[in-house]
Each structure stands twice: as C-alpha cells, then as structure tokens.
C-alpha cells in the first residue's frame, strides 16, 4: 500500500536535546510538507520542499530544522531553539502539477514530548 | 466551525441522521477546499474536496457546500455511522498573491450516539 510513515509514534526528551522525526512516502509524489498540530489550533505549517536538496519555511520555522536529500525522506530535527516543542507532529505530501493545488496526504503523526 | 481556544465545537448526532458541520473561511479569494477527518491520534485523512467554481459536490455519503457569498464551507453527511466519529476539519487554498498556501481550520468534534 502506498502511504507515508512517521515513525516513532511518541518521543520523549529532554529539554536541550535535538530530536529527529522521520518521514517517509512511497507514492512518488514532489512535495512534502511538516505540520505542527497543538490542541484546538489549525495545523501550522513548518517546512515545506517540492524538489530533492530545496525546501522552504513555512509559518513557524524557527526552532526547526529539515532537510530533502532523496524524494521519498523528509526528516524534521526540533532544536533546542524551538521553546515550545512538545506537540503532534504531521507530516504530508502531495502531487505538484503545474500550479493546481492538490489533496495533502498525512502520515499518522508523531507526538513529541519534552519536559 | 472555527474553535476558541483549547475547545473545539461539538455536533452530537444520532445514528442513521444526517450531520451538517461547518466551516467560516477567511479569504474571499481563496480558490480550493478540502474537508479532512482526523480520528484520536491519527493523520487528517481527506474526504472531499471542491473548487471555487463549483457551489456543490458530491462523494460517497458526503457533500461539500460552498457559498462563496458568506465564504462559508459545509460537509454534510448522510446516515452518520458510529465510525463517523472524529473531528473534522476545512482547509482554503489561499491562492494568487500567496502562491498556493493551505490554511487549516481547528475543527468540529462529531460525536455519534448509538
């Protein structure tokens, strides 16, 4: 089945440390995407890339780190910048044709905790 | 509709009813929606999605309304089931200027009783 997988489902840490979230998709599609969801809020974007090796910020940037280096991965580092990290991470991919917006697909989330 | 704060809005409804939620969107401009269910402690999955020169669609037990008018979104669900509980929430396209930028709603609880 094509999808994307976000792994680990929880994630504790510490205060201080680096965490990286993984997110991998099969369905060939260019662009990927990393959401934030806090309780009660629409997602917030984070990062955004539609092309292997390019990304761009999205609305809450800061604290965060990504990087495309192959078109199925998206991996998302939360620094020890980011104050606030402890949320439901989404993350989610979509077709680009030409300049038609299409449906997001969502993995199932990764819910970081730090304390 | 929209939240406040940490609570969202609830629409309980009985087995077998039709739900109606709804959605306020922010951007008279905007030129795509879609609707989204998320079930507890999993990704938004898409349900339906419409185009701004479209005012209704349908799929499979579920319609999308639009009014561009009142720039307000519906998603009407026929026969709700119990499987049909979870929060559902709109997304507008926020196109021209913008590029293309989906802007999330917080969402509505449904609530299905038995």
């Known amino acids: 089945d094509g999808g994307i997988t976000q792994s680990p489902k929880y994630l504790f840490r510490k205060e201080g440390q680096n965490v990286t979230l993984s997110c991998e998709q099969n369905?060939?599609?260019?662009?990927m995407y990393w959401y934030r969801q806090d309780p009660g809020q629409g997602l917030r974007l984070i990062y955004y890339?539609?092309?292997?090796?390019?990304?761009q910020k999205g609305d809450i940037a800061e604290g965060y780190s990504v990087s495309r280096e192959k078109k199925e991965s998206f991996p998302l580092t939360v620094t020890s910048a980011q104050k606030n990290p402890t949320a439901f991470y989404l993350c989610?991919?979509?077709?680009?044709?030409?300049?038609?917006?299409?449906?997001?697909?969502f993995g199932n989330g990764t819910r970081l905790t730090v304390t | 509709g929209e939240s406040v704060g940490l609570h969202l809005p609830t629409l309980s409804v009985q087995e077998g009813d039709n739900s109606i939620i709804n959605c306020a969107y922010s951007?008279?401009?905007?030129?795509?929606f879609i609707w989204y269910k998320q079930e507890s402690g999993k990704g938004p999955q898409f349900i339906i999605d419409?185009?701004?020169?479209?005012d209704k669609r349908q799929g499979q037990r579920v319609t999308v309304l639009l009014n561009k008018t009142v720039k307000h979104l519906s998603l009407q669900i026929a026969a709700t089931q119990p499987g049909d509980s979870a929060v559902y929430f709109c997304?507008?396209?926020?196109?021209?200027?913008?590029?293309?930028?989906?802007?999330f709603g917080a969402g509505t609880i449904l609530r299905v009783k038995s």
């Open positions: 989610a991919s979509s077709k680009l044709a030409g300049g038609t917006v299409s449906p997001l697909h």
């Open positions: 997304a507008e396209n926020f196109g021209g200027e913008y590029g293309n930028k989906l802007v």
């Open positions: 951007n008279s401009a905007s030129d795509y």
């Open positions: 369905l060939n599609h260019d662009a």
């Open positions: 419409i185009r701004s020169n479209m």
């Open positions: 890339s539609q092309i292997v090796n390019d990304f």
